[in-house]
């Protein structure tokens, strides 16, 4: 790793660049779904219930299913990060609206408040922790699968990994399997203490 340090830094940069992109794309698609199947819940068991499907798919299945759609490199990996991050992101957002108790709604419509207004205001607030517990989940389960997008060409931590299979060298696989866990548990970390800070956050640890 000492040895190496330029190349794993190199790589980290891009493993970092490719996770934090699909997170922001995840977060910035799924949360409105989330919302939209809270107020169309007849929608809600089929929808979560395929983002559950799309999270049983291997990412060694569901990489080269998109190749002939998306090319390979970068984009089929960000494409399928974000749909892997359909069902933590989704089903907290939809769990956290649905957790605003009811007599928290009846105290918003007795003071005159819109549907609309009263999602803006109350409910979304209200559900932020739970929706961020979410957004958490999905953030370290995609740096862990962004591993296997370098062997679709995306670069990160994963091209050393699997050039190390490739050419028997146990501690270059070791050396970079270690910086991705280091990463994602940071990673986590950090994002728990953003969500500590959160009014009500606890609530969405155990989320």
Known sequence: ????????????????????TSIGIGTFLWVPLGVAIYH???????????????LTLPSLVLFPLLIPIVGIGTT?????LVLYAAL??????????????????????????????LLVRVKLPMAVPVIFAGIRQAAV????ITTIAA?????????????????????????????VSVFA???DYGLGL???RIPGGKRGLNA
């Open 185 to 187: 548990i940071l990673t």
């Open 194 to 196: 953003i969500q500590r």
């Open 1 to 20: 790793m000492l040895g190496n340090t330029g190349l794993l830094v190199e790589q980290l940069l891009e493993h970092m660049d490719i996770a934090f």
């Open 141 to 144: 389960l995609i740096i862990g």
């Open 76 to 80: 089929p990996a960000i494409v399928a």
């Open 40 to 54: 169309y819940d007849r929608f809600s068991t089929p929808v979560i219930g395929v983002a559950g499907m799309i």
């Open 151 to 179: 062997f679709f060409g995306a670069g990160g931590l994963g091209a050393s990994i699997f050039a190390g299979i490739r050419l028997n060298l146990p501690k270059q696989i070791v050396g970079a399997t270690l910086v």
């Open 88 to 117: 933590p992101i989704t089903r907290n957002t939809y769990t956290g609206l649905k957790e605003v108790g009811t007599a928290v709604e009846r105290a918003g419509e007795g003071l005159g408040m819109t549907e609309r207004q």
